[in-house]
Nanobody
Framework: QVQLVESGGGLVQAGGSLRLSCAAS????????MGWYRQAPGKQRELVAS???????NYANSVKGRFTISRDNTKNTVYLQMNSLKPEDTAVFYC?????????WGQGTQVTVSS
C-alpha cells in the first residue's frame, strides 16, 4: 500500500501562483511515476503533469510554460509549481503514484482561481 498526502491548494487570483506538494509513504518502489491530475466540475479527470523517478516529465498542453513538476526522491515527494493561474485551472487536483505494483491516489486538494 502507498499513502499520498497532498497540501498546498487554496484560493488565488488570476495571474497568481500556488505550489502543491504530495508526500508518498508506505511500500514505495524505486522505479515509479508520480503526477498530478485535476478534475473540474462536470468534467473528466485529466492529466496535468507527471514525472518519472528518473526525472522525465510530461505536461498537458494547457499548462506548458506555466506549471512545473519536480520531485525529491529522498523524500518521496512531488511538487507542482503553478504560475500564471487562470480561472479555467479551477479544479480538484489529485496526486497519483504508479509503479508495477499498482496505482494510488491522494484525497485531492481544491485549487480555485478567481477572475
Amino acid at each position: 500500500q502507498v499513502q499520498l498526502v497532498e497540501s498546498g491548494g487554496g484560493l488565488v487570483q488570476a495571474g497568481g501562483s500556488l505550489r502543491l506538494s504530495c508526500a508518498a509513504s508506505g511500500s514505495i518502489f524505486s522505479i515509479n511515476t508520480m503526477g498530478w491530475y485535476r478534475q473540474a466540475p462536470g468534467k473528466q479527470r485529466e492529466l496535468v503533469a507527471s514525472i518519472t523517478s528518473g526525472g522525465s516529465t510530461n505536461y498537458a498542453n494547457s499548462v506548458k510554460g506555466r506549471f512545473t513538476i519536480s520531485r525529491d526522491n529522498t523524500k518521496n515527494t512531488v511538487y507542482l509549481q503553478m504560475n500564471s493561474l487562470k480561472p479555467e485551472d479551477t479544479a480538484v487536483f489529485y496526486c497519483n503514484y504508479g509503479s508495477f505494483r499498482g496505482d494510488y491516489w491522494g484525497q485531492g486538494t481544491q485549487v480555485t482561481v478567481s477572475s
